[in-house]
């Protein structure tokens, strides 16, 4: 079954192998591939809890190789296809467990990715290890790479900072595991024993996709990833070996309701907004030549010429930037936020100023 590349509005999950369902699109079409593939978990007999009560542990067919070699070829296989779909600047992230991750994240370099960060996912309440053989298993992790070192993948920086109380986002993540309400059941049993938490996704989705890029899951299971999208205004193409997980996959996404617009507005960075430099304050009229601007302690004095350059009184003349820099030693300055200037009493910074000249445009 063919797909095709004109994704606008595209929410779909297809039923199929990955690899192939992958080759047939376009080369260069996607923006982002999340990938939750079989973590080969190699495990031997069933697993009970202390009260004699049987763990629904991962026995499926799907997750089973017969070698480590066997395992490689079908990583390279789908991570190869990944790579032929991404945009120049688009990325991958790859989850996974101790079991496999060391073997992807290999097979991510050989490749030619080029990996940005490895996240680990701490679980808030992670299954104990019933047998006391070994620590309990409680983090999973993340490869987050761009298709090339020479990409320039989407990162919101400043969104995740505003989604951490305002500190920069770390690369340890402490999220619950997939539970209650949010688990998929079908009679009263676990539809997929991996389903990944939608906080999850949604914090990968808001910190590497815009709204409207197009989102592929090669390994869509249940369909979180999905959900996600939808929900966040991303086109989504989920791919599911399994028919019935596929089935359930694409009842949970055509249920979900996308935001609006309004509420799918994130703090952007600064790189993201409108470029305006110091000389359109003066054209604006927001500062006049021969204004004088200080430093927050009143240190340092220049004086604003008409060309938006500074001069001291030393004759010194340069930039906000570069002025800045030469009062205090430095090597390099922030102008907009070393410089003010006094109105009413009270110092503001050029910064404000320039805002203002922003939701003016």
Not at 101 to 125: E, H, M, P, S
Not at 210 to 222: K, L, Q, W
Not at 242 to 268: C, F, G, H, M, N
Not at 314 to 332: E, Y
């Amino acid at each position: 079954m063919a797909l095709r590349h004109q994704l606008g509005a595209f929410m779909r999950i297809i039923t199929g192998d990955c690899v192939e369902e992958m080759a047939r699109l376009a080369s260069g079409s996607v923006d982002l591939v999340f990938a939750d593939p079989p973590y080969n978990l190699q495990l031997g007999g069933d697993l009970h809890r202390p009260d004699g009560s049987e763990v629904q542990a991962v026995n499926e067919a799907w997750d089973r190789f017969d070698s480590f070699e066997a395992y490689d070829r079908f990583t390279r296989s789908w991570l190869e296809q990944a790579r032929r779909i991404l945009k120049p600047d688009g990325a991958l992230w790859v989850i996974g467990s101790y079991h496999n991750i060391f073997r992807v994240g290999a097979a991510i370099q050989d490749l030619g990715f080029w990996i940005l960060n490895d996240i680990i996912w701490l679980k808030a309440n992670p299954m104990p290890n019933f047998k006391g053989t070994r620590f309990t298993n409680a983090h999973e992790t993340l490869i987050w790479a761009a298709r090339s070192r020479q990409s320039r993948p989407t990162f919101a920086y400043q969104a995740m900072k505003a989604l951490n109380e305002g500190v920069q986002m770390r690369s340890d993540w402490w999220l619950p595991i997939c539970s209650g309400a949010e688990r998929v059941k079908v009679d009263g049993h676990k539809a997929h024993p991996t389903q990944k938490p939608e906080g999850l996704l949604a914090r990968v989705l808001l910190a590497t996709t815009r709204a409207g890029d197009t989102v592929i899951d090669p390994f869509a299971g249940t369909g979180t990833t999905g959900a996600v999208a939808r929900r966040l205004g991303r086109e989504f193409i989920g791919i599911e070996k399994e028919a019935r997980y596929a089935r359930i996959a694409q009842a949970r996404i055509d249920a979900v309701t996308p935001l609006s617009a309004k509420e799918l507005e994130v703090t952007e960075s600064a790189r993201a907004e409108r470029r305006i430099p110091f000389g359109a304050l003066v054209e604006a009229g927001r500062l006049q030549p021969g204004a004088m601007l200080v430093c927050p302690r009143r240190r340092f004095r220049a004086r604003v010429r008409a060309d938006g350059s500074l001069a001291l009184d030393s004759g010194r003349t340069g930039s906000i930037h570069q002025v800045g820099a030469a009062v205090q030693g430095l090597p390099s300055c922030n102008g907009w936020t070393f410089w003010h200037v006094e109105e009413r009493g009270a110092l503001v910074p050029i910064d404000a100023l320039r805002a203002e000249l922003r939701q003016r445009a």
